[in-house]
């Protein structure tokens, strides 16, 4: 975690009088992300665009009208309750909602200024530069080797595959617990190693962006906090946005967190919307909305 | 009860007689009891089938030995045969195997992993369900029509060529429906990881999919093989003979078993022997039965062996 | 080479050829799917046209009459339907409680490694080819089961009954007893729970619940009956002459068409003098496509209207 000194800001924050602010829940995330700047980085560009984007699968429209930038270099966390689409939202940014037959994506959504829904994108070459690790570690039922290996070698990249692997696999700290079994299963590895192998797959084909959705949900606290300090390290070299469950885990690893909610209209429709997007410091701290508030005090969810 | 308690019966001693009591209950004991009869007489009879036929036709066999396989077929029950309907039989599976398979995979990969939910697709698969419900009869019309006469330049007419195409017809539903099966139990998990680094649709069946589903896509096709391989309605019209003595000779190698208008298979050489009145057939076709079981035995084997080799692969 | 260094400007065109390679994949596959409809139009053109010829030809009239005799111009389409209905009824009604019987077993009794014994001899059954079935009720069946009880004829329609009878309980074993382990555990858990015994819960709450699942195996199972040809022609034997009672001879629909088949010399001459015969065949093959056909549409919205209540 990164150890930022103590600033002012915050401090005023921290003495907001309003009763929720003395929530035990909220004080905790508070607590998290008391050393966080609350003006987040700054200078880094926009990598992507979402103009009222808006999914439906079918006729259902799952999540409507989001609007935000996500910035090359951070951790960006989608959180919010169950069905509040922002599991949908991340599998826009590689086009994996396309696997959906019935999915449809309304708005814009742009990806180094390049709409990710224009003609002439192939969603395999998107795919290839914004990596995925999924809720569940789902490696391969093959060697770990051949794992980190296959991305790069479908893609045809050029340069040697060992050097690759054990690149990926140092990136995802999981090198030198496997550089003597490489041959062996991936599903031979423990849970929390699962997921690393999954995320130097991901690496592997050198991508710009790794989009996580909920990669910590089954995992162990101990595996969790090595995932968690993995990202921090990634950061550097990549663009991370990461779905959560567990605010806490926002609060600790992202640089900005988007909170999503439910709207039920009066005919029962449930759709997901952006409610709030922020320096994670601030959306905790300082929420501008009543229903962020609502959200991170326990109230609801 | 609470005043009872202080004599002779305890109030435990009360509660473990309604609890102990009438474990056996006459109803339960003879519902159960109908219902094992009911299960085990189907076995019953599997067992008095084999015996029937083992005690019919085993002494024929031990005495003919090997000679029973090679000799032709002929018209006196001494010195008939089934080496015709051995190769015929091994000629039309080999077909099955190299029309319905690739065909019935490709099928089924389609249906499973590419087809977009429409009306069509709707139409393609329910069509499947149904064709697989077809008598099998009526396939042989079908073959008749079509590799017999339609088709003659190409099949040849009669030949082994027609027969093996009709069968092939036959159980393509199955092989799709079974395929099918075993692709929708590949997890999806699995298809979004190869997806997600970047592999088309056919990269992360044939690299993926594929591998995975193979051991219970073999186990499926080989029990649909093995249905073709003991067929024997459609045959009678797909232009088999039925003939006690005529059939492509032994001699004449594999080449002319494809080409010549005179083939047979073992299940029709039983029919034809089964339909004979003179006593002396019936062992003869029990012990053709008996080298058809076998057959079939040693196909399913096979589909257990190979599909352990492949899950030991796999993994 | 280095893993990382993210590609800018975007061109996210992707690899034509692997785009090429993919559609044609993808063409080949639907090609692969779409030949099980050519498939299904052939069979209805292949039967279609020749039936049409039968119908045009034979008095309807004669349908009604007795015998099955294309030789010489009699097509009783009354006489092979009732020997064809009565087959497979008789075979209902030995795979009816033998096939649910084990079922119910199989599904709510047996213990898991009776289960693990049981059910693949049951599967071995199914495998049994029907000409050695045919075989089995023609050489035994009559002889040692029927001829002692009742006065039946070396050929009878009974023991083709039975033997078709034997041929599918396994089918209605495997469907009945899928639909009835699809049955939620809460239910059983319910009814334990009221005190109820294991008989009055597998048959009063189970099987009921079950009961479409139940319905559509029957009817699938009846499909197979009547479309079933090697035991009826060999346990029933050739004659045409309509029998109201099974203990003789008779050719049903599908035992008619065998017959037809094997007197290969009407069958060949298609386009010779004496063509009704050979045009029989086909509507006969017509009549036991559609009635399948129907059968199996049926026994689909049955099990469709049972998967919707769980």
Known sequence: ?301 | MAETTSTAPTTTDLVRGTLEGRRVNPVNTLVSGLLLIALLSSLLVLAVLLADVFGKGWGLLTERGADFLTTPLSPNAVDAGIFQGVMGSIALTAIVIVVAFPLGVAAAVYLEEYAPTNRLTQFITTNIRNLAGVPSIVYGLLGFSVFVNLFSGATGGRTVITGGLTLALLVLPIMIITTSEALRAVPTALREASMGVGATRWETIRHHVLPVALPAILTGSVLTVARAFGETAPLLLSGAVLSLYFAVPPEAGFVSLMTEQSYTALPMIIYNWARQPQEEFVALTSAAIIVLLAMLLIVNAAAIVARDHFERKST | MSVTAPQVPMDLSGDPRRQRRERRVRSLFFVAAALSIIISAAIVLSLAGEAWGFVTAVDPASYFENGWLPRRGRYSILTIVWHTLMVSGIAMVVATPLGLGAAIYLSEYARRNVRRFLKPTLEILAGVPSVVLGFFALNFITPNVIQPLYAADRSNLLAAGIGVGILIVPLVASVSEDAMRAVPRALREASYGLGAKKWHTSLRVVFPAAISGIVAALILALSRAIGETMVVALAAGTSGILTWLPDSSGLTMTGAMADLAIGSDQVTSATAVQVNPFQSLFFVGLMLFVITLVLNVLSERVVRRYRQKY
């Open chain 1, 1 to 301: 975690m990164t150890q930022e000194p103590v600033t002012e800001e915050h401090r005023t924050v921290n003495a907001d009088p309003t009763p929720s602010a003395t929530d035990a829940a909220a004080d905790k995330l508070r607590d998290v992300v008391a050393d966080r700047e609350t003006e987040g980085p700054t200078g880094n560009s926009t990598i992507f665009g979402l103009r009222g984007l808006t999914v439906y699968y079918a006729d259902f429209r799952a999540v409507k009208e989001v609007t935000a930038d996500i910035r090359e270099n951070e951790i960006t966390a989608l959180i919010g309750p169950s069905g509040c689409g922002k599991s949908t939202v991340l599998r826009c940014f590689n086009r994996m909602n396309d696997l959906i037959e019935t999915a449809r994506v309304d708005g814009s959504l742009t990806y180094h200024g390049v709409d990710l829904y224009g003609k002439n994108v192939d969603p395999v070459e998107v795919r290839r530069r914004i990596g995925m690790v999924f809720q569940k570690p789902n490696p391969f039922p093959k060697s770990i080797y051949e794992n980190v290996v296959y991305g790069p070698k479908i893609g045809g990249m050029k340069g040697n595959l060992d050097d690759i692997v054990e690149e990926s696999l140092r990136k995802a700290v999981l090198w030198d617990e496997v550089k003597d079994k490489l041959d062996e299963s991936g599903l031979a590895l423990s849970g929390g190693q699962q997921q690393r192998l999954c995320i130097a797959r991901a690496i592997a084909t050198s991508p710009d962006v790794l989009l996580m959705d909920e990669p910590c949900s089954s995992l162990d606290p101990i595996a969790t906090l090595r995932i968690e300090e993995l990202m921090l390290e990634l950061k550097q070299d990549y663009t991370i946005v990461i779905v959560t469950h567990n605010m806490q885990q926002a609060a600790r690893v992202s640089d900005r967190t988007a909170f999503f909610t439910v709207d039920v209209s009066d005919d029962g429709q449930r759709t997901g919307k952006l409610v709030e997007f922020d320096v994670t410091n601030r959306l905790f701290t300082s929420p501008s909305k009543t229903e962020t508030e609502d959200y991170i005090t326990g109230r609801f969810g």
